[in-house]
């Protein structure tokens, strides 16, 4: 069974910076693309970052290009969001997933507050 | 940026019923359409994928339809299990982009 699970959450101050990580089970890793798509309360869903299955190809939304970093470690099958310069209009829930030629599998989202 | 105008945004029907959902491409998307079926405080689920196609595990009742700009997600006998928010994303083009979402619930 697929599995993605997002941890790394939470409050954080305005021009602060949080790591989430997304950790897959339940399919090889390393051969699928995978994802960041987010959902700002009362707002709908928007796509954030994408990197292919050997990190050759990066792609970022422009509302986050120059502040988030998208990674993953295919030998500890977790993709991860590095965001920095935080502010409140990324408060949102993120959620991870997996791509093939469209999303197919997600995880259940972990919350990121942006507030002082 | 493709916009997915989707409707309605709410939808109260009883058990039983058929229910349809559309979404409205701003663009020719060809056949590049999924939809999704999320319950609170659960992952999102494909159910419908390339505008008609039903994914692996999930109940015939689903059907898709569409193409180009007009696409709709029917469900031929509601149940109440089916009580969730649906959307749906095109991915014919960069970046991926999706309906605002349809909250179903039971009348």
């Known amino acids: 069974e697929v599995q993605l699970v997002e941890s790394g959450g939470g409050l954080v101050q305005p021009g602060r910076s949080l790591k989430l990580s997304c950790l897959a089970s339940g399919f090889t890793f390393s051969n699928y693309g995978m994802n960041w798509i987010r959902q700002a309360p009362g707002k709908g869903l928007e796509w954030v970052a994408s990197?292919?299955?050997?990190?050759?190809?990066?792609y970022y939304a422009d509302t986050v290009k120059g502040r988030f970093t998208i990674s993953r470690d295919n030998a500890k099958n977790t993709l991860y969001l590095q965001m920095t310069s935080l502010r409140s209009e990324d408060t949102a829930l993120y959620y991870c997933a997996r791509s093939t030629t469209y999303f197919d599998y997600w995880g259940q989202g972990v919350m990121v507050t942006v507030s002082s | 940026d493709i916009q997915m105008t989707q409707s309605p945004s709410f939808l109260s029907a009883s058990v039983g019923d058929r229910v349809t959902i559309n979404c409205k491409a701003s663009q020719n998307i060809n056949r590049y359409l999924n939809w999704y079926q999320q319950k609170l405080g659960e992952a999102p689920k494909l159910l419908i994928y390339?505008?008609?196609s039903l994914q692996t595990g999930i109940p015939s009742r689903f059907s898709g339809s569409g193409s180009g700009t007009d696409f709709t997600l029917t469900i031929s006998s509601l149940q109440p299990e089916d009580v969730a928010t649906y959307f749906c994303?095109?991915?014919?083009?960069?970046?991926?982009?999706f309906g605002a979402g349809t909250k179903l619930e039971l009348k």
């Open positions: 390339n505008a008609n």
């Open positions: 994303l095109q991915h014919n083009s960069w970046p991926n982009t």
């Open positions: 990197i292919s299955s050997s990190s050759s190809y990066i």
